[in-house]
Structure formats: C-alpha cells, structure tokens
C-alpha cells in the first residue's frame, strides 16, 4: 500500500500535469522497461539492479533535455513533480556522484550503443514516412579548454583539473574554437538522426563517413574531395564551377539543408551551451543523449501531426 506521503504527491502531479504535459507524453511514446535487458546480467548481488539502472537512463535523459550539471540534476529531481513523475515517483534519488559514476559506467563496453539501436528500433515501429537519401553533417561541441598555467603541469591526465584533457583547438573562418565536433547522420523526410560520432574540434568533417554501402548522402562544400562508401555521392563541389557543376549545388543544398535541423531545434529548446566535460568518452554519451532525447522530440511531433 502506497504512503500518504506518495498518494499526497501524486495528486498533486494531477494539476501540474493539466499545466504542462510535455515528459508525460515522452514517458509514454517509448518502451523503457524494454532497456532492461541491455545492461549485463550482475555476477553476483553487488551493484544496481537492471530496474535502478532505467531510472538512471530516464535522469540522464532529463539532464539533456534542461542542460543541468550533475548537482543541478539531483536538485530538480527532488524539487520538481514533473521530473518524480517521469521517474515514477523513486523512493530515493541518486546523487550527483551516482549519476558521474552511471554516465561512466554506459562508457565502458556497448550499453550506450545497445540503448541507441533500441530507441532507433521504437522509431521505426512508428512507420514514420521517410525519404531516399542521407545527410551528414557536424557541429562544434565547445568547451572551456581551462587555465593554461593552473600548476597542474606534468601530474597526468588523472590529476583533478578543469584543463581540458581531449579538446582540441580549430579555426572556423577567422574564429578560433575549443573543445570537441559532432558528426550526424540525418534521414531525409523524418529529420531523424540515426547515427552519430564524436570527435575533437580539430578533426576533419571529411575524415568521418557515416554512410552505408546503399545510401545516398549529400554533403556541403567541406567534404568535396573526400570519399564516402555510399553508393551515391551527392556532394556538393567547390572551386570554379561549370553552370551544370552550380545548378547541382543549388539542387544539393536544397536537400541537405535540413541536416542542421537538429542543431537549431537542440539550440532552441534544450538551451545547449558547449560542454563542461572534459574527456572525450564522456562527451560521446552526454550528446549521445542530447541527440536521443531530439529525436523523441521529432518523433512526438510527427506522431502527433
């Protein structure tokens, strides 16, 4: 039998649902007991339970989502109803040290990969209409690459610093920027992202290719020159170009522009402001999340049109 304690919360929830319904609606579109089974069977009793281990998946969706610090994230999943809603109303809330050790944890092996494919197996249960042809593209990550005499010379990359230890400096035009990229693969039609990869800031667009054997990717001008394992390559060209050579561009660009979908939704509505994590694996699963929780975006919309 439920507390009052409980009982109290949840009708309180009530009228906060009529208010703002929005992680109720995430909450039901995806199966999340369904992750259970990707995290590996425990060798013995010690260490977090298979059904602890989605409530963590669910805190580290919500954290992309509001674009909170791990301290921030155990505050608000204390202080607001919507996000004990979307947790089930837990019996206890990790804290933030819990949380670091958990995005650590999904780093090793491939529980983050197994999470990814099953997410992208939910979207497409969904018979979302879609278009021939992919885009890639990438989007600086940036970060604070910390104090360049902070006497944390020569103690290792294990020291306690806020040096980044895998960003890396870039010039885009006359800017300089630090920190990492993020390299999408989009699916024409539905906007969806169906593959990513990190790398540092300094990492060639063209050095990262996405595609498979049978698709058709467009790409801007910064891939020219660069070879894809797609079956159609529709980059677009640079240099002096032929009248044929210009009106292909225009027709590329109109399809590919659609590929910075995701990054102007992420900037507008998950308020996304660089990283403040400095290791690599790291940033590969907190955007890994940022771009899951787009997609379920993407997929309430369609859903709902």
């Not at 298979?50 to 791990?70: A, P």
């Not at 090793?108 to 021939?132: A, M, Y």
Request: with cysteine; net charge positive; proline share 2%.
């Amino acid at each position: 039998m439920e507390s009052l304690t409980d009982f109290g919360l949840k009708e309180k929830y009530s009228k906060v649902k009529q208010l703002r319904d929005k992680l109720e609606r995430i909450k039901s579109i995806v199966d999340w007991d369904s992750l259970t089974k990707l995290f590996p069977e425990r060798e013995n009793l010690v260490g977090r339970p298979n059904y602890e281990k989605i409530l963590m998946v669910k805190i580290l969706f919500l954290q992309s989502i509001y674009s909170m610090s791990d301290e921030e994230t155990e505050y608000q999943c204390y202080n607001r109803l919507d996000f004990q809603q979307f947790l089930d109303f837990p019996n206890y809330i990790p804290d933030y040290s819990t949380i670091w050790r958990f995005r650590e944890e999904l780093a090793e092996g491939n529980t983050f990969e197994n999470i990814w494919d099953e997410i992208q197996r939910q979207i497409k249960s969904k018979n979302i209409k879609i278009e021939e042809g992919i885009i890639q593209d990438a989007v600086f990550i940036e970060a604070d690459p910390g104090k360049t005499k902070s006497g944390m010379n020569g103690r290792g990359r294990l020291a306690k610093t806020s040096r980044s230890k895998d960003g890396s400096w870039t010039k885009k035009g006359k800017r300089s920027i630090f920190g990492f990229k993020a390299h999408t693969k989009v699916r024409r039609g539905s906007k969806f992202i169906e593959e990513f990869a990190v790398t540092t800031a300094k990492t060639h667009d063209g050095k990262v290719d996405l595609a498979e054997v049978n698709d058709i990717v467009y790409r801007d001008r910064g891939y020219s020159g660069m070879g894809t394992r797609a079956l159609g390559d529709a980059t677009m060209k640079r240099g002096n170009l032929t009248p044929h050579e210009y009106l292909r561009n225009k027709r590329i660009m109109k399809k590919r522009s659609i590929g910075e979908h995701p990054y102007g939704y992420i900037d507008r509505n998950f308020h996304r402001d660089g990283t403040k994590l400095t290791e690599l694996h790291r940033v590969f699963i907190q955007t890994g999340f940022v771009f899951m929780a787009y997609n379920i975006f993407r997929l309430l919309f369609l859903v709902g049109k």
